[in-house]
């Protein structure tokens, strides 16, 4: 059955009604400027309306109360009817988000499916009732011996707030939707304004799979909505993925009510090339950290710094390689690189773009609108031979297809550039000496480093996030469920 792409109501409370709005987004393909669908723009009495329904479905409905095996069956049956609309799935996200078929097929789609799996499993396996061995300790008030024991309970949060960001929609989505969920929350999901189809089809979902009334709440809008959903004391938990200026905000809004806040947020990652790296193998991965969605990623590895020995070969690879991705319509599998966004986007990457030549940086590869493109908001793949860290293309996200080369004499200097961001999301180190990647990986000041690439896929068993400005907690892993769980001690006594 084909997806809807065009709506005239929301999801909230677990019924699809009508907004207390009028105006609607039209989606845009960004690839052909296309309109291919509608959504409508959610207000804060919306806002409101979905808090109060999450709420009550916290407060006095099952879904907190249920045993975790019985929440994992429902969301088993979530899982399993994604998956069978999978090839429609794909398709929206190559259309909405304008994500390459692969991308959109694996880090789109089947990472986000591996999360929410993971999470399944882990509260059918994991124990949330922990014991500790009574033990004798001196009573305090009396002066005897007493024989006591401790209880550690973990418990649901209460009402989960998740915005998420434009760039891999469908995935960002699940990473929140799945841990909250799974842990007994309530959850209310705040997608981008440019991607809402890839969030409307879950509220789908949720109908077919009967996931009780008031525990999943879909909400479009602007600033409106999203204040309300943060300074709102009735709602417990913000996950946010986004800038770290929107962050920050999101951050002191939530503090009056002394929220808890997750938030993953941007990066300017660098990947070490040391002089006995693989150059095929680095160049390679060098090229996708700035084509992938578009360079439209906070993990992705956009200072490359290089050994002097081997820059300028690294840089005729990377340009070389970069000659062979092919722009266009990401619906062609073809394609190596897709569009922008937006053409607001696309404005504010060709505004760095000439920032980075005025700043001192050499221009060696793209830096325009493909010729013949007029259609969609593309970029070329754009390469800068940067002769030091400072300067803004180096320094700031840009979020487009844009990399700095940065030459190194030393590996202390290589860790000194890496470490001079206020980000420190990820990284990467390439060499054919594992223990002096596993050694310079260790200095890095980042959530994650990648050795020579990594497994080429995210494992959703470990944790994911950033040190610094790159944000606050964790997603994945069993630190991932924690940020939706409270943690009760029942102390009793046994004699």
Request: aromatic residues 8%; contains cysteine; hydrophobic residues 40%.
């Amino acid at each position: 059955m084909p997806l809807r792409t065009h709506y005239e109501s929301l999801y909230i409370g677990g019924s699809w009604v009508k907004p207390k709005g009028s105006e609607a987004y039209t989606v845009i393909n960004p690839a052909t400027e296309e309109a291919i669908g509608e959504v409508p723009v959610g207000t804060a009495a919306d806002a409101d309306a979905a808090i109060s329904a999450a709420r009550e479905a916290f407060d006095h409905g099952p879904w907190p109360k249920m045993e975790w095996r019985e929440r994992a069956v429902i969301l088993q049956q979530f899982h399993d009817a994604l998956v069978a609309r999978k090839d429609e799935i794909v398709q929206l996200c190559v259309a909405e988000a304008g994500s390459i078929i692969p991308v959109a097929t694996i880090m789109q789609f089947d990472m986000a499916l591996d999360g929410l799996q993971y999470y399944i499993d882990q509260i059918q396996r994991r124990e949330f009732i922990i014991p500790s061995s009574v033990s004798a300790h001196t009573n305090w008030a009396t002066g005897g011996e007493t024989l006591g024991s401790t209880v550690k309970v973990y418990e649901p949060l209460g009402v989960s707030v998740g915005i998420t960001a434009y760039n891999y929609p469908f995935f960002l989505n699940l990473a929140k939707l799945g841990p909250a969920l799974a842990s007994g929350c309530t959850f209310i999901l705040k997608p981008a304004p440019q991607t809402p189809l890839e969030a409307m089809i879950l509220g789908d979902i949720a109908n077919e799979v009967g996931i009780p009334p008031g525990v999943f709440s879909i909400v479009t809008g602007g600033v409106d909505v999203g204040e309300k959903l943060t300074t709102d004391p009735r709602v417990d938990q913000i996950s946010f993925t986004g800038s770290d200026k929107v962050g920050a905000m999101i951050q002191a809004q939530g503090a009056p009510s002394l929220k808890r806040v997750a938030l993953e947020l941007g990066g300017k990652s660098a990947m070490i090339v040391c002089e006995d790296a693989d150059l095929e193998q680095a160049s390679f991965a060098g090229v996708v950290n700035f084509t992938n969605q578009c360079g439209q990623g906070c993990v992705l590895q956009t200072r490359q710094l290089v050994h002097n020995a081997i820059k300028d070969q690294y840089i005729e690879m990377l340009k070389a390689m970069a000659s062979q991705v092919k722009l266009g319509d990401p619906a062609d599998p073809d394609t190596g690189m897709g569009p922008l966004i937006s053409a607001a986007q696309r404005e504010r990457v060709l505004a760095y773009i000439e920032q980075g030549k005025t700043d001192g940086n050499s221009l060696v590869y793209g830096g325009n609108i493909p010729p013949g493109m007029d259609r969609g908001f593309f970029v070329e793949p754009t390469i800068f031979d940067c002769p030091s860290n400072s300067t803004a293309i180096a320094q700031e996200e840009i979020f487009g297809p844009v990399v700095c080369v940065i030459g190194f004499d030393t590996e202390e200097e290589a860790i000194a550039i890496a470490n001079d961001s206020q980000y420190g999301l990820s990284g990467g180190v390439f060499s054919q000496d594992p223990g002096r990647a596993y050694r310079i990986a260790m200095q890095m000041r980042t959530g994650g480093v990648l050795i020579n690439g990594g497994g080429g896929r995210l494992n959703p068993s470990v944790p994911f996030g950033g040190y610094k400005r790159s944000g606050i907690g964790r997603e994945y892993g069993e630190e991932g469920l924690n940020e939706y769980l409270e943690i009760k001690v029942i102390d009793f006594r046994a004699a």
